[in-house]
């Protein structure tokens, strides 16, 4: 059986995203920014699709911004902030730790460039607090940059209390929804949300598709310098059939949100059941508040690169991090922040489902996965130590 359980690093683009790039290629292939009739047709598709985002986030389409994906987004989103905040003297970031590295990077380019930043803990649960950001906002804070839901371990931040919070400190709030966006309900004008990120290849959109949304009076600085395209604030002719694809894909995803919820929840559920019962095991971040297709889990003892090996062996396809930092030998900075040790949080499994998984591909990672854990145990010089009890157990 070959099961895709990597739905938070990419996704499959729908039928209904495909169906409504394909005439994007061929018949309307006109540059929007052409007066003529074909680039007018574009135009209109472009439009259409700006107004569809802004419809299922309840925001104004003279905040959205069409990007060349969530990294893009997020660059800009920092830049136009930290811009804004610079000329009134305000030089002060506060972010989290457990950021994505399109946020933690775009950080740390702007403190070369003077700005401080501080970064949250991360609590035991996986979950920042209204209070912290409350604690931690000072007179030259200009931004407060809070994920909505975070890549690797599903948790779900209390953003509408970080608005609140934000809005009263008269600070700058921004949310990297790439994760949320068209799984869980977002709302800019409820949340107090300022400034938002997305990304359409997250909910089976297409790959380099991404929105940055300002609210009205926020003026974003270039990442992309050249044309007037989307307001002159980034330039280079528009990915219609991207936009397309993104808009038709976000659609589909809020409009049966509840469904695929309701979906993924249970499936979610008897992943976290069964494979906790493996000893030495622990769920990271919160059981409850965190994405419908999220599981996350480490196993004392072994290598999580290992581990996908062999699943992927097996025909399972899932991460043990962020696709990011595969490839390299760190532990996720998300389980360090979350307080895991070096040991533990290198033995980590994630399994992000999306409403395409049938309930017998859960049947078949859960059949798969202990098996594959006892033999790497069995293997380990680690787990031999533990077991004579020459280390002690951490998890
Ligand atoms: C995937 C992801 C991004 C990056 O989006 P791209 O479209 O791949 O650039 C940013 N933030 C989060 C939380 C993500 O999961």
């Given at each position: 059986m070959n099961v895709y359980a990597d739905n938070a690093a990419t996704t499959a683009a729908s039928d209904t995203a495909l169906a409504a790039m394909l005439p994007c290629f061929q018949e309307i292939y006109g540059n929007p920014s052409s007066l003529h009739t074909p680039?007018?047709?574009?135009?209109?598709?472009?439009?259409?699709?700006?107004?569809?985002?802004?419809?299922?986030?309840?925001?104004d389409p003279r905040g959205i911004t069409f990007t060349s994906g969530g990294s893009e987004a997020d660059n800009?989103?920092?830049?136009?902030?930290?811009?804004?905040?610079?000329?009134?003297?305000?030089?002060?970031?506060?972010?989290?730790?457990?950021?994505?590295?399109?946020?933690?990077?775009?950080?740390?380019?702007?403190?070369?460039?003077?700005?401080?930043?501080?970064?949250?803990d991360i609590p035991a649960?996986?979950?920042?607090?209204a209070e912290q950001v409350r604690e931690a906002i000072r007179p030259d804070t200009c931004l407060v940059?809070?994920?909505?839901?975070?890549?690797?371990?599903?948790?779900?931040?209390?953003?509408?209390?970080?608005?609140?919070?934000?809005?009263?400190?008269?600070v700058l709030f921004h949310t990297d929804a790439v994760q949320a966006a068209g799984h869980l309900p977002i709302d800019v004008e409820?949340?107090?949300?300022?400034?938002?990120?997305?990304?359409?290849?997250?909910?089976?959109?297409?790959?380099?598709?991404?929105?940055?949304y300002a609210k009205r009076g926020i003026p974003l600085v270039n990442v992309i310098y050249g044309g007037a395209q989307e307001r002159g604030k980034r330039a280079g002719t528009e990915n219609i059939p991207g936009i397309c694809g993104a808009a038709a894909a976000f659609d589909e995803a809020c409009v049966n949100m509840e469904r695929n919820a309701?979906?993924?929840?249970?499936?979610?559920?008897k992943l976290i059941t069964g494979l906790t019962?493996?000893?030495?095991?622990?769920?990271?971040?919160?059981?409850?508040?965190?994405?419908?297709?999220?599981?996350?889990?480490?196993?004392?003892?072994?290598?999580?690169?290992?581990?996908?090996?062999?699943?992927?062996?097996?025909?399972?396809?899932?991460?043990?991090?962020?696709?990011?930092?595969?490839?390299?030998?760190?532990?996720?900075?998300?389980?360090?922040?979350?307080?895991?040790?070096?040991?533990?949080?290198?033995?980590?499994?994630?399994?992000?489902?999306?409403?395409?998984?049938?309930?017998?591909?859960?049947?078949?990672?859960?059949?798969?996965?202990?098996?594959?854990?006892?033999?790497?145990?069995?293997?380990?010089p680690v787990w031999d130590e533990l077991e004579r009890g020459q280390k002690p157990h951490l998890i």
């Open positions: 680039g007018q047709r574009a135009g209109e598709k472009l439009e259409a699709a700006r107004e569809l985002f802004a419809h299922h986030l309840h925001a800009q989103a920092l830049r136009s902030a930290a811009a804004l905040g610079a000329q009134k003297g305000k030089k002060h970031i506060l972010s989290t730790k457990f950021e994505h590295h399109a946020i933690l990077h775009t950080l740390q380019a702007l403190e070369k460039e003077g700005f401080e930043v501080t970064l949250l649960d996986g979950v920042v607090t940059s809070v994920m909505f839901a975070n890549n690797e371990i599903g948790t779900i931040q209390p953003v509408s209390e970080i608005g609140a919070v934000c809005r009263a400190a008269g409820a949340m107090q949300i300022d400034m938002l990120s997305i990304s359409a290849h997250k909910f089976h959109g297409p790959k380099g598709v991404g929105v940055l309701a979906y993924l929840t249970p499936l979610r559920d019962q493996i000893p030495h095991s622990i769920l990271n971040g919160d059981a409850k508040r965190r994405l419908p297709g999220n599981v996350n889990i480490c196993f004392e003892g072994i290598e999580g690169e290992s581990l996908l090996l062999l699943l992927d062996e097996k025909g399972i396809a899932a991460s043990s991090g962020s696709a990011c930092t595969s490839g390299s030998l760190d532990p996720s900075h998300v389980l360090l922040a979350l307080g895991r040790p070096h040991e533990v949080a290198h033995g980590s499994l994630r399994l992000s489902l999306s409403e395409y998984n049938r309930p017998e591909e859960i049947d078949y990672i859960l059949e798969t996965v202990p098996g594959i854990v006892s033999y790497l145990r069995d293997m380990s």
